[in-house]
């Protein structure tokens, strides 16, 4: 017990150190740990890793897209529900269809009803995988949001399709007209699941006594109740956590308080953070247990197979993000469009950006060993090889190219008509507005009388001119740069930090009023860090 602790002690230093090194190179970081992990899955002092799929998919997922909905914005993912909905669902289908037809024809003994089932499986791409990549280079936020939207539901129609195949092989049968029905159902009953326990939830954190912590555990808690619930009534669970995150947090302005807000956010950070981190390591720590488990398909075979069929699917993303971009001009005509002229540089980046990762991994490790009737599951060794290689070849090849694809075809981004600084300002100067409002309106009394609140509405003041000379065109340049002001903030930073480790010292002096105001000079420090920064997006 204590060997095998400390040897998940070590992957999860290993982890680190990979993610550190993967932001020095400016790589994004899953592919160094599959690769990583890769590289230590032949050193003899590490024992065998098998990935329990229940242990993905009911431990990992759950928290991963609940996230993920959590920090996607509805308004920008309803503006480009379209393209989301049909590369989510259609171009999920598609896929799966191809890779079908494709996979019975090339391969000896694979019938069509396993081809199905390997589309199911490599049919959606990897958001994490992308996004991470984007984080580091220039693209069109448009690019971005449609990425992070498809992912929130393409896992769901994959895992839907993966479903349905499964049956089908195991039964011997498929009833198209059953499917489609049951294709729906779970479809619409996973979403009213969702929002049904979100409103649950809602009602808890907007009128019962709680905390910052209390919110902070019921938010850990939230997206395995409704994962859980979904699965045992067979309705999607990916729908249920991503419909109930949305929905969740549409009204976390209203349900929330400011250190509710700060907590949670901390707490999901470094969770994501580490359970991706995890599950990207355990991707390349597999491979030796797949190529094991092979059996009679010889591995130089399975390698063919396998990147045949990677080939396949890149370019049938491909083809279909430049055929929407072009169906698009043509329904533009009809009815109005989020973009009627996409262009092909955007889709193609899009397309391209179409890396697959660790739903489709446990997907495939999920199938069976044997069949209901004793059996042995059909090619099942091949198909977990073929995910594989699926995986490492997009995951690698798509996503070290994706940075050069971006500069080279040099993208503009046309969403937004105010640049983000103006915006910033715009927004900065309204609050300070709306703040002076209150104070001069209803509580000009007491601001008369308090010092405290005139400080307040001095600050306010001071805010409202600097912001509107900074909107003015005449004062848009000022006499020291952001850089400068940044490190002119740092320092007085740093002095009153100094100061309070020297007060700390002093027995009179109570070490919690100390972290009280270390907080406090944290939240002014992110405060100055969020207002002076200037994002590369």
């Known amino acids: 017990m204590h060997d095998t602790f400390s040897i998940y002690i070590i992957l999860l230093l290993v982890i680190l150190f990979l993610i550190m090194l993967a932001q020095k190179l400016k790589v994004s970081y899953p592919i160094v740990l599959v690769l990583g992990g890769l590289a230590l899955s032949f050193f003899p002092w590490l024992p065998e890793i098998k990935i329990d799929p229940d242990l993905i998919f009911v431990i990992f997922l759950p928290p991963l897209l609940y996230e993920a909905a959590w920090h996607t914005s509805w308004k920008e993912f309803w503006k480009w529900r379209r393209v989301i909905s049909s590369f989510a669902f259609l171009i999920v289908i598609l896929t799966s269809c191809v890779i079908a037809f494709v996979s019975s024809s090339l391969i000896p003994g694979f019938t069509l009803a396993l081809g199905f089932l390997l589309g199911g499986i490599i049919s959606p791409p990897d958001a994490v995988s992308a996004t991470s990549i984007m984080k580091q280079i220039k693209v069109p936020r448009r690019l971005v949001t449609i990425i992070e939207g498809e992912s929130l539901l393409n896992d769901a129609a994959s895992l839907i399709v993966f479903r349905f195949a499964m049956a089908a092989v195991d039964s011997g049968e498929f009833v198209f007209k059953d499917a489609v029905f049951s294709f729906f159902v779970v479809i619409v009953m996973?979403?009213?699941?969702?929002?049904?326990?979100?409103?649950?939830?809602?009602?808890?954190?907007?009128w019962l006594p709680v905390t910052a912590n209390i919110n902070t555990l019921f938010t850990l808690i939230a997206p395995y109740i409704m994962y859980i619930a979904a699965e045992q009534m067979h309705f999607s669970g990916v729908l249920s956590v991503v419909s109930g995150g949305l929905f969740l947090s549409i009204r976390s302005h209203r349900i929330f308080d400011h250190r509710s807000r700060l907590r949670t956010e901390n707490v999901w950070s470094a969770l994501s953070f580490g359970l991706n981190g995890i599950v990207f390591m355990l991707i390349g720590l597999e491979l030796p247990v797949i190529i094991a488990e092979l059996g009679d398909t010889s591995l130089s075979e399975a390698i063919k197979y396998g990147l045949i069929i990677t080939g396949v699917l890149i370019i049938v993303r491909l083809l279909s993000t430049l055929g929407a971009s072009a169906f698009t001009v043509v329904i533009s005509r009809f009815i109005t469009t989020a973009d009627n002229r996409p262009g092909w540089r955007g889709p193609l980046i899009f397309g391209w950006a179409g890396m697959r990762g660790v739903v489709s991994l446990a997907a495939a490790l999920s199938i069976p060993v044997y069949l209901t009737n004793g059996q042995a599951f059909p090619q099942r060794n091949l198909i977990l090889f073929i995910t594989f290689i699926v995986i490492l070849v997009t995951l690698?090849?798509?996503?070290?190219?994706?940075?050069?694809?971006?500069?080279?075809?040099?993208?503009?981004?046309?969403?937004?008509?105010?640049?983000?600084?103006?915006?910033?300002?715009?927004?900065?100067?309204?609050?300070?507005?709306?703040?002076?409002?209150?104070?001069?309106?209803?509580?000009?009394?007491?601001?008369?009388?308090?010092?405290?609140?005139?400080?307040?509405?001095?600050?306010?003041?001071?805010?409202?001119?600097?912001?509107?000379?900074?909107?003015?065109?005449?004062?848009?340049?000022?006499?020291?740069?952001?850089?400068?002001?940044?490190?002119?903030?740092?320092?007085?930073?740093?002095?009153?930090?100094?100061?309070?480790?020297?007060?700390?010292?002093?027995?009179?002096?109570?070490?919690?009023?100390?972290?009280?105001?270390?907080?406090?000079?944290?939240?002014?420090?992110?405060?100055?860090?969020?207002?002076?920064?200037?994002?590369?997006?």
């Open 190 to 206: 996973g979403i009213a699941t969702g929002i049904a326990i979100a409103m649950v939830f809602y009602a808890i954190h907007r």
């Open 396 to 537: 690698v090849f798509q996503g070290l190219t994706l940075p050069a694809l971006v500069k080279w075809l040099k993208v503009e981004d046309r969403d937004e008509t105010i640049p983000k600084e103006r915006q910033e300002s715009i927004i900065q100067k309204k609050l300070a507005v709306a703040a002076l409002k209150v104070l001069d309106g209803k509580y000009a009394d007491a601001v008369n009388k308090d010092e405290i609140l005139q400080s307040i509405k001095l600050k306010h003041s001071g805010n409202a001119r600097l912001f509107e000379g900074r909107l003015a065109e005449h004062s848009i340049d000022r006499p020291i740069t952001d850089e400068e002001y940044r490190k002119i903030i740092a320092e007085v930073v740093l002095a009153q930090r100094e100061l309070l480790h020297q007060l700390n010292r002093k027995q009179e002096i109570d070490e919690e009023v100390i972290r009280k105001y270390n907080a406090i000079l944290d939240l002014e420090e992110e405060n100055f860090s969020v207002r002076f920064s200037k994002n590369a997006d």
